[in-house]
Each structure stands twice: as structure tokens, then as C-alpha cells.
């Protein structure tokens, strides 16, 4: 009974993306109507597949803040225990369930890429060419989904438990009948590297656009995983390829100085691969960092200056805070991508890598690579430190400035967790604007059992082949 209504619900999470309903059907007997390669190659363009929904994890990050009408005298919620750090509230029963959650959206995506990859060699037309790359992109976007998954369900990788943690389910096969096991830690970032090396040698430069992976990105996910396992090494080499294809960076500063009217798209060449966190696919708008986060900028940053504004209706009075205000629509749209991985987020791996390798002037250059595109001339002084400690602080720094929202800045605060001397914990004083209520200190330590996201009851339910990873107490 298990396995049927296993079975049913990943169907359902495939067939209810609607977008995608004309280059995918199921006969009654499971089989997947999908004949020619354009067909395959379509359902990479379903929008869908790329949306990897952040919002039970996005007040655990130290960017963000909350409207204290959304906590003060509110039951609690996923959005107040991440932003309080009450790690004392199961978050079992707050959690999206289904297609709704970031779990059940992300493995229907991993289904989709398992239906290419298992299937797209008996597409009637394509060449043997394009039906390798093909092959090569759902692989990569089937490894970058594990990745994302393993890093929010299941503990930072550490050398000395890494093979014994706990992970999540490997689902390489479009088999919707196999119930998974729950892979280890290392079984999974060895599946994603495994992936990824196989992958690369069949994929073109760039993709075709900004949903379809190339080797750029394919290293980039590679130099990504490294750093996450503490191999700085291969994490250099890796971002080095990748900057070796493309190492563009869009120059906010010329952005900022031409009246914002400039549209950046999803395609922008500084986007090795676009994925957004949330229920759209091309901007967080409205989001809200804190005065402390909107104050780091400065008074010359164009990401401060273009993107946020102190007067938006969400934001509260009094607070300080800032909201995130460029649409993805009209003359002047502003596509942020907050999921996938940029070139920017290439320079900034480069840079902590020399840094850990004791290289400061290196680790600065590259640094400073982004930095030069986003501040104004009149504000803008190259980077200096004395020592790699110096520049560790001002590498991550940036990397908390650039690499705003979706999943960046909490996959940071985990994986620091492990290295004492750059570890990060999050200290909110709450309320600021409320004088009724008493001003608490909150605080989200390194290593907290926050940071381990809970699987939900379905998941639970559905698979007896699942342990909880998280600690939340857990009510079927």
C-alpha cells in the first residue's frame, strides 16, 4: 500500500505542473508519451522544474527580517521559530507537504530529469550529438537538485561522520514503483560528483539558455560541492574552469549610473545557470533584509542603491529595514537569479580558496573582480588585508552582500559550522519598533539543529525506508 501511494504521488507532483502538460501525458498504464527529441528537450523549458521554493528555511539566514506585526502575539509558524531560533518548537506539523514543499517540488523536478536521461535515446529525431547533451544537462540539473536537497535535509558534511550521516534518497531512475533508500551523506555528494564528471565532457560551453547547463555551470557545481566538502583544491581548480569558459560579471556600476533602465533577463551571461527560491521564477520582490543588512552596503554599493528602498509599502515604520524592489516585468525588468550559480559566485569560491592556501593578494584580486562592478567609483577602494584571516572576513563579507537570499547564505552559515575560526552566529534584537513588548537578544548558534530541515509527514509516511535527519519531534 505504501509503494502504490508512493508511486501516486510522484505522478501526481509530475502531472501537476500544468505548464509542461503538452509535452508530457501518462496513459493509464504509466507510460510517458514524449516521441521526438524537441519534445525532450522542452520539458528542461518548463519553468517548474527550476523553482526551488526557500520559504521554510528563509529566516534562518542572517540577511532577512520579519514585519514584528507577523510575530508578536502570532501563533507560532516555520517563518517565527527560524527567525526567533526557538529550536524547542517541532516544526514537524508546519511544514509544505506534497508539490507544495521544497521536497516533494524538487524530487517531481529529479523525476522529469530521470525521464530524459532514461529515455531520450529512442527519440525519433535529434542528433547523436544533441541527444548526449541532452543527456549530460538533465544529469547535471539531476545532481544540482541532490546537492540542494542534501544541504537543507541532512547535516554539513564532515570527513569524520560524512559516511555515516544520515542523507537523503539518490532517485536515479524514472521508476516510480523502487522506494529509495536513505543514502548516506557521502553516498550523495559522491552521486552528484559522479554526475557531474560524467556530464561535462557532453555538454556544450553554455546552454542554450538559461535552463539548459553547460560546462561552465557543470564546474561551477563542482567547484560549489568541493568548497561544501572543505577539498579547496579541487574547489579552485573547478572554479578556474569554470571561469576559464565564462568569466563575465554584469557591471552594476554602468547599470546604476544609466538610470536603471537597462532590462536584465533570465540569459544574462553572468548566470551560469538561472533558479529562483519562492512561487516565482524571476525575482524575490519585496523581500526584506534587515537595517543591519541594508547598512553593510554603504553608501556607494549599486545593489544597495538599485535594488532596496526604506519607503517600500512592505516595510515597516520605524524598523529601518529595506525591501527588495525590482519587478521581472515593464521597461526596466531586473531578473535576479537567487538559486542557481553565478560567475560571481566563481570569483568569490577562487578568492576563500586562496585565502585558505595562504594566498592574500590572490584572494583579494578575485575578490575584488566583483566588487569593482558593483561599487562607485567615488566609493570604491581596493581590498586590503595583512593576513588570510583578514581576508577570510572580507571574502564572506561579499559572498553575504552578493549572493543575497534563496539558499547561499544559509548553506554559509551551515557549512561554517564546522570551521571555528569563520563560524557565524545570527544575533537579532527583537522587537525595535514595538515598545510594549520587552526587547529580547535571539540568537541561532553555529551547528544549530535548525539548520537540519525536517522531512514532512508525507515523506514520512510514504517510505518506512526514511529516518528524520532533523531533531523536531515528530507527530504522525
Known amino acids: 500500500m505504501k509503494l502504490l501511494k508512493y508511486s501516486a504521488l510522484i505522478l501526481l507532483a509530475i502531472l501537476t505542473f500544468s505548464s509542461c502538460s503538452k509535452y508530457l501525458d501518462v496513459k493509464p498504464p504509466g507510460k510517458v508519451l514524449l516521441t521526438t527529441y524537441d519534445d525532450y528537450n522542452k520539458v528542461l523549458n518548463n519553468t517548474s522544474l527550476h523553482i526551488y521554493n526557500n520559504a521554510e528555511i528563509a529566516y534562518l539566514n542572517d540577511q532577512v527580517w520579519i514585519n514584528e506585526l507577523a510575530v508578536i502575539g502570532r501563533d507560532p509558524g516555520i517563518a517565527t521559530i527560524s527567525f526567533l531560533g526557538d529550536s524547542t518548537i517541532s516544526r514537524f506539523n508546519f511544514l509544505l507537504s506534497g508539490t507544495n514543499g521544497l521536497y516533494g517540488a524538487a524530487y517531481a523536478s529529479i523525476a522529469r530529469f530521470c525521464l530524459v536521461i532514461d529515455n531520450v535515446e529512442k527519440a525519433t529525431n535529434g542528433t547523436p550529438a544533441q541527444i548526449k547533451r541532452l543527456m549530460a544537462e538533465a544529469r547535471t540539473l539531476r545532481a544540482f537538485a541532490h546537492f540542494l536537497l542534501l544541504n537543507t535535509y541532512a547535516k554539513p558534511y564532515n570527513a569524520a561522520t560524512a559516511a555515516t550521516d544520515r542523507g537523503i534518497c539518490i532517485?536515479?531512475?524514472?521508476?516510480?514503483?523502487?522506494?529509495?533508500?536513505?543514502?548516506?551523506?557521502?553516498?550523495?555528494y559522491n552521486f552528484v560528483e559522479a554526475e557531474l564528471l560524467a556530464a561535462v565532457n557532453d555538454l556544450a560551453n553554455t546552454g542554450?539558455?538559461?535552463?539548459?547547463?553547460?560546462?561552465?555551470?557543470?564546474?561551477?557545481?563542482?567547484?560549489?560541492?568541493?568548497?561544501?566538502?572543505g577539498e579547496y583544491a579541487k574547489a579552485k581548480a573547478a572554479a578556474q574552469q569554470s571561469l576559464a569558459?565564462?568569466?563575465?560579471?554584469?557591471?552594476?556600476?554602468?547599470?546604476?549610473?544609466?538610470?536603471?533602465t537597462e532590462n536584465v533577463d533570465m540569459a544574462m551571461p553572468e548566470n551560469l545557470y538561472y533558479a529562483i527560491g519562492g512561487s516565482a521564477i524571476a525575482t524575490p520582490n519585496n523581500s526584506i533584509i534587515s537595517k543591519e543588512m541594508y547598512e553593510s552596503f554603504g553608501a556607494s554599493d549599486t545593489r544597495g542603491l538599485a535594488f532596496f528602498s526604506t519607503t517600500a509599502p512592505?516595510?515597516?515604520?520605524?524598523?529601518?529595514?529595506?525591501?527588495?524592489?525590482?519587478l521581472p516585468t515593464g521597461n526596466s525588468r531586473f531578473c535576479y537569479n537567487t538559486v542557481g550559480i553565478k560567475t560571481t559566485e566563481m570569483y568569490l569560491t577562487l578568492a576563500e580558496c586562496f585565502a585558505r592556501e595562504g594566498n592574500v593578494n590572490a584572494a583579494l584580486q578575485n575578490l575584488d573582480e566583483v566588487r569593482k562592478k558593483r561599487i562607485l567609483p567615488q566609493g570604491y577602494q581596493a581590498s586590503n588585508a595583512s593576513t588570510p584571516a583578514d581576508a577570510m572576513k572580507l571574502i564572506l563579507t561579499e559572498r553575504r552582500k552578493e549572493l543575497l537570499f534563496g539558499f547561499n547564505r544559509f548553506w554559509d552559515q551551515r557549512r561554517l559550522g564546522n570551521d571555528p575560526a569563520n563560524a557565524i552566529t545570527v544575533v537579532r534584537k527583537f522587537p525595535v519598533?514595538?515598545?510594549a513588548v520587552p526587547q529580547v537578544t535571539y540568537t541561532i548558534p553555529p551547528n544549530s539543529p535548525l539548520y537540519i530541515l525536517p522531512f514532512d509527514k508525507s515523506v514520512i509516511l510514504n517510505n518506512p525506508n526514511i529516518q528524520q535527519n532533523a531533531k523536531d519531534e515528530m507527530n504522525l
Do not use: R, W
Open 433 to 435: 519598533v514595538n515598545t
Open 208 to 229: 542554450e539558455n538559461q535552463f539548459h547547463p553547460g560546462k561552465a555551470f557543470a564546474y561551477g557545481l563542482l567547484a560549489k560541492m568541493y568548497l561544501y566538502k
Open 245 to 260: 569558459i565564462n568569466n563575465y560579471v554584469y557591471d552594476m556600476v554602468k547599470y546604476y549610473q544609466n538610470g536603471q
Open 314 to 326: 512592505a516595510v515597516q515604520v520605524g524598523a529601518g529595514t529595506a525591501a527588495f524592489i525590482k
Open 171 to 188: 532517485k536515479s531512475t524514472f521508476n516510480v514503483e523502487v522506494l529509495e533508500k536513505q543514502a548516506t551523506v557521502a553516498e550523495v
